[in-house]
């Protein structure tokens, strides 16, 4: 005997998409998937466990400690995908290097990490990607965030973006022969709102004036970072040039975002947890709420970790169980198709066929319908309100042979007899205004 008790929950940290949630997660997919192709990226479908090394490489401490991790049948180290960005470059280099580039593409990936649960956060969740490689320039960050807020604006999440740029970290702790794990760990600190920790790990390890060059850039705006380069040119030496760069294509990334509309301010203390980002970084916040629903930013040369010649890229992941969180708080209504029962009053083939007929005509007037066959007319008519149809079509033998059918309005009670040619038009004339 099975004890549903048992069984019923999913595994912690997991959870069902069911009735409005589920209407809500295939309308945001969708919205998405629109949005994406109308600026003209293309979809990538990765898949949902790779080999272990693969994220091991360059993901970071904070991935690589939470990911899920198994040995198949063969013996192979694999990974439930933690995040998608890996996948898709490993992806693009066995697939589509030859291409033209910049190369723009989009993704729906379902993820792994073996986090603590808490508000907003799941082990098992939903990404939202957009990503470009083969573009050097910072129009290829303004185009990601652009088709970020307009698929924002388009659901109707407000928003805001907060950007830094890990270049300035990296710079400083390369030129205080900073090792590359300890930078890693550096940033993993920041990200967490740890700064204490990292500042404790230069001091302890690099030395006072490697803590201090940390404090500086922690706390300094964006505005005066060449105030604090120029101060520090000795020590960056031949670095000097590349991170004013830097400087200068955050300012104007900055400016070239609120030029078209997109709220946006510099922020020190973001680093983002992922080891693999090289220059800016983003985050997008939502109005009224504390937790991000997205980031990115640069990881130029993540190719070459993979074994492939060096690609710009740079991208961007929304977490849809967040932007789901943010709209059902919201009150936020998915607009559902306007829906028609078909009630077959026989099994014959005969009527069937008819009642798949008025079916597939609705269809192709952008009205949802399915058949139901069921003798009895008031169960069927019974069902259909229960679900919230709000017209059904009955079929039986008299309608064959006058080939008149009956059309019942379910709130109204009121009902008609036309003939089945007529059944898109009658309906267009009264779901107008829900098509």
């Known amino acids: 005997m099975i004890h549903m008790a048992k069984f019923s929950q999913p595994p912690r940290g997991t959870r069902d998409f069911v009735g409005e949630d589920a209407e809500l997660f295939i309308d945001l997919v969708s919205k998405f998937t629109e949005i994406a192709r109308l600026n003209d990226f293309k979809p990538i479908i990765t898949p949902t466990i790779e080999y272990f090394d693969l994220f091991a490489k360059k993901s970071g401490v904070e991935i690589v400690q939470s990911m899920y991790v198994f040995r198949d049948k063969a013996g192979r180290n694999i990974a439930l995908r933690p995040e998608a960005t890996a996948s898709v470059i490993r992806a693009y280099l066995r697939n589509l290097h030859k291409e033209p580039k910049p190369l723009n593409l989009f993704y729906v990936a379902q993820c792994f990490r073996y986090d603590e649960p808490q508000r907003g956060r799941y082990r098992e969740f939903w990404q939202l990607g957009l990503e470009i490689i083969g573009d050097e320039s910072a129009a290829a960050d303004v185009n990601i965030l652009y088709t970020t807020s307009e698929y924002l604006n388009y659901i109707g999440v407000k928003h805001f973006v907060q950007i830094g740029n890990v270049a300035f970290y990296r710079s400083f702790m390369d030129s205080m022969g900073v090792n590359s794990d300890d930078q890693d760990l550096v940033l993993h600190y920041i990200d967490k709102g740890l700064f204490s920790n990292a500042e404790k790990l230069?001091?302890?390890?690099?030395?006072?004036?490697?803590?201090?060059?940390?404090?500086?850039?922690y706390y300094t705006d964006v505005k005066r970072l060449s105030e604090l380069i120029n101060g520090y040119g000795s020590l960056l030496g031949e670095r000097c040039s590349k991170i004013s760069r830097e400087v200068e294509k955050t300012l104007s990334f900055t400016d070239a975002l609120r030029s078209i509309g997109i709220d946006v301010e510099y922020s020190p203390s973001l680093v983002r947890g992922l080891a693999y980002y090289t220059g800016l970084i983003y985050e997008v916040k939502a109005e009224g709420l504390d937790l991000s629903i997205g980031g990115g930013g640069r990881?130029?040369?993540?190719?070459?970790?993979?074994?492939?010649?060096?690609?710009?890229?740079?991208?961007?992941?929304?977490?849809?169980?967040?932007?789901?969180?943010?709209?059902?708080?919201?009150?936020y209504v998915v607009k559902a198709l306007p829906r028609v029962i078909v009630i077959a009053l026989e099994s014959s083939t005969e009527i069937y066929?008819?009642?798949?007929?008025?079916?597939?005509?609705?269809?192709?007037?952008?009205?949802?319908?399915?058949?139901?066959?069921?003798?009895?007319?008031?169960?069927?008519?019974?069902?259909?309100?229960?679900?919230?149809?709000?017209?059904?079509v009955i079929i039986g033998r008299r309608e064959i042979e006058t080939q008149l059918v009956t059309v019942k309005d379910l709130m109204k009670g009121e009902q008609a007899s036309l003939h089945i040619s007529e059944l898109a038009e009658y309906f267009k004339q009264r779901l107008l205004d829900l098509l």
């Open 202 to 217: 230069m001091l302890e390890k690099y030395g006072e004036d490697a803590s201090k060059v940390l404090r500086e850039l």
């Open 299 to 331: 990881y130029d040369g993540l190719t070459e970790v993979y074994g492939g010649p060096f690609e710009y890229s740079t991208g961007i992941a929304l977490g849809l169980d967040r932007i789901m969180m943010v709209l059902k708080e919201k009150g």
């Open 353 to 392: 066929r008819a009642a798949v007929s008025a079916s597939r005509t609705l269809h192709s007037s952008g009205i949802a319908a399915r058949v139901l066959s069921e003798p009895r007319v008031s169960k069927a008519l019974s069902y259909a309100s229960r679900k919230g149809y709000l017209y059904a």
